[in-house]
């Protein structure tokens, strides 16, 4: 449990998607000018990188893996090639149903989404969860407790810049860095606090 836990840790903070490791930078800088789309995009990812991952990892060792078919006596078949086609359609499969979801049920949070809903079919923050799943050759629950961690430190990550960002709309900022300049520099900023983690994991 304890490593499970470390590895939720790791995967939130030290090894964090956007600010760390610069991944979903796109969705992460657009989707924060309003906490509450914010809070939306960071419920979104944690629940389609909770979903993905683990289901991706099943879809590798049961179908894509090396020896993965050497049930039926194809030992040597070795499918890792349509790896990234398999993951990116598992992935589009859950946004979709996580769209239609949102349309049927939560209509506003689909409206705050906007174009930015369907994009997360190529999210590569999403994307590189079930990559890092296959070098690092985790389990099903390893995978599950990765994909959780990781689509929680982008919800952290994205709130918190949301929250600044919406704060400062009050600021008397000068006219140079209005709007992206600004949000560039706290994500930098975001950034060095979050790489604090990486040392003190290293301790």
Request: proline share 4%; with cysteine.
């Amino acid at each position: 449990m304890s490593n499970l836990a470390a590895l939720f840790l790791e995967a939130s903070f030290v090894s964090n998607m956007p600010l760390t490791l610069f991944l979903g930078l796109c969705t992460f800088i657009a989707l924060s000018r309003r906490p509450e789309a914010a809070l939306g995009l960071g419920v979104a990812m944690t629940g389609v990188m909770g979903v993905t991952v683990p289901l991706n990892q099943a879809v590798y060792d049961l179908l894509l893996a090396p020896g993965a078919w050497a049930w039926a006596g194809l030992p040597d078949l070795d499918l890792y090639y349509l790896s990234l086609i398999a993951f990116i359609g598992v992935i589009a499969a859950t946004v979709q149903l996580l769209e239609l979801v949102l349309e049927r049920y939560f209509p506003a949070t689909h409206a705050a989404f906007g174009v930015f809903l369907p994009l997360l079919t190529v999210q590569c923050a999403i994307l590189a969860g079930s990559l890092f799943m296959v070098e690092r050759r985790y389990t099903l629950v390893e995978s599950a407790v990765f994909g959780l961690g990781s689509g929680f430190g982008f919800a952290v990550a994205v709130v918190m810049l949301g929250a600044i960002r919406a704060r400062l709309a009050y600021a008397d900022l000068p006219a140079g860095l209005r709007g992206l300049g600004i949000t560039f520099i706290l994500a930098g900023l975001m950034s060095l606090g979050f790489a604090s983690f990486a040392l003190m994991a290293a301790q």
